[in-house]
């Protein structure tokens, strides 16, 4: 039951950055990767804590032996329902027909066994509950993300940038040059990139990512995969994946930074499929993106997040495909985030924006497959320390 967490850097190389400068980068960045590796640990462990109960229940309920009986015979149904559809006598077979008939035969056994469907229920129900609570995101402490040919008022009142067109080029100042709060506009092309990667398996789960980052275009993305072919009693994952370019910044005075996201959607698809098997099936899926930033420093512990899109479908044992395309492809969308903690005046430091994705599934008794590909170019980063 594998657990990984990686993380990937490459930062600007800034001349005015001092010394003193550079090693609090380096602190903050020693800091968020020793973090990474703690919550991945302790998240690893309370997952497999949890899958290991299920099993200490389900085997005393059983018995040891009833319970290998019964998980040797679910395991040779579904070997019998391949080996059914094989040609050429399988092209002729009705797969439906098949899976009905290996069901009651899984019926039978459990009642042979004296297996209570609503004790294993019980069992199954009180995990879950567990699960959720201690890896589902909370959304409470997270900003949302906007349409922003939808909230054009909106926009146009967060910064007085807004009343023009962004430039591609040196902007003309539109606000007092001596005001601490003044926002300072960034545009690609981008030089420093930070990616990371954290994921945790239990069981017959394999979780894989693809990365998209062109820090000079200003491209992130992530591509999240979970799959499950085999399920057992308690199967569960979830992984988190982000790319973010990265800028320096010198705050005019201390404070709590204060930034604006230009995003525009290149690609943003979610994608799961349920597939019966034998048992005591059920299974749900949850899959989030965000846009996100960060400041490097030791007086900021974690980075801010802007939710844009999600998708969420569970099954109590029915075959399910969904598919969704929550962002219109090609417009442009905004994030107002505040860091989480002050920076002082003066003083350089390292902004990070970017993508993160975070997929999380669980599969009791059926095959469950999770795609998600959201992508973006970032257009435009503001940035300033809040009034």
């Given at each position: ?51 290991d109960n299920v099993e200490r229940q389900l085997r005393n309920h059983l018995g ?140 017959s789960f394999t979780v894989d990512r693809l990365m998209f980052l062109h820090p ?35 705050p005019p005075t201390a404070g709590i930074i204060e930034v604006l996201i230009d ?125």
């Amino acid at each position: 039951m594998p657990n990984h967490y990686s993380a990937t850097r490459s930062l600007p190389l800034v001349t005015a950055f001092s010394p003193k400068e550079r090693q609090l980068a380096e602190k903050a960045l020693r800091k968020r990767e020793a973090q990474g590796h703690a919550s991945n640990a302790s998240r690893a462990q309370k997952a497999y804590q949890i899958a290991d109960n299920v099993e200490r229940q389900l085997r005393n309920h059983l018995g040891l032996r009833k319970f290998a009986a019964l998980r040797d015979g679910l395991r040779q149904e579904r070997l019998a329902l391949q080996d059914a559809m094989q040609p050429p006598k399988g092209l002729k077979r009705d797969f439906a027909k098949q899976r009905v008939a290996g069901r009651r035969r899984v019926d039978s056994l459990l009642r042979k066994l004296g297996a209570s469907r609503a004790k294993v229920n019980k069992i199954l129900s009180a995990a879950d509950v567990k699960y959720e609570s201690a890896f589902l995101p909370d959304h409470r402490k997270v900003a949302s993300g906007f349409n922003l040919s939808k909230n054009l008022s909106k926009w146009s009142k967060l910064s007085p940038l807004h009343k023009f067109p962004l430039p591609w080029g040196v902007f003309e100042q539109v606000e007092d040059p001596n005001d601490p709060h003044r926002w300072f506009l960034f545009r690609p092309p981008f030089f420093g990139f930070l990616f990371s990667e954290d994921s945790i398996t239990t069981s017959s789960f394999t979780v894989d990512r693809l990365m998209f980052l062109h820090p000079p275009s200003g491209l992130v993305g992530n591509e999240c995969r979970m799959d499950c072919s085999d399920a057992g009693n308690f199967d569960a994952a979830h992984i988190i994946g982000e790319a973010q370019i990265a800028f320096a910044f010198t705050p005019p005075t201390a404070g709590i930074i204060e930034v604006l996201i230009d995003a525009q959607s290149t690609f943003d698809t979610h994608n799961v499929s349920f597939k019966d098997e034998f048992g005591f099936s059920e299974a749900w899926c949850n899959q989030h993106s965000y846009l996100m930033m960060d400041v490097l420093h030791p007086n900021v512990p974690q980075p801010s997040l802007a939710l844009m899109s999600s998708m969420a479908e569970e099954t109590d044992g029915d075959d399910l495909v969904a598919s969704q395309q929550n962002l219109a492809r090609g417009q442009h969308f905004f994030a107002q985030l505040l860091s989480s903690g002050p920076v002082p005046g003066g003083q350089t430091v390292i902004i990070t924006v970017g993508a993160r994705t975070f997929d999380i599934s669980r599969a009791d008794d059926m095959e469950l497959h999770s795609r998600s590909n959201c992508q973006w170019f970032i257009s435009s980063v503001e940035a300033r320390v809040a009034p």
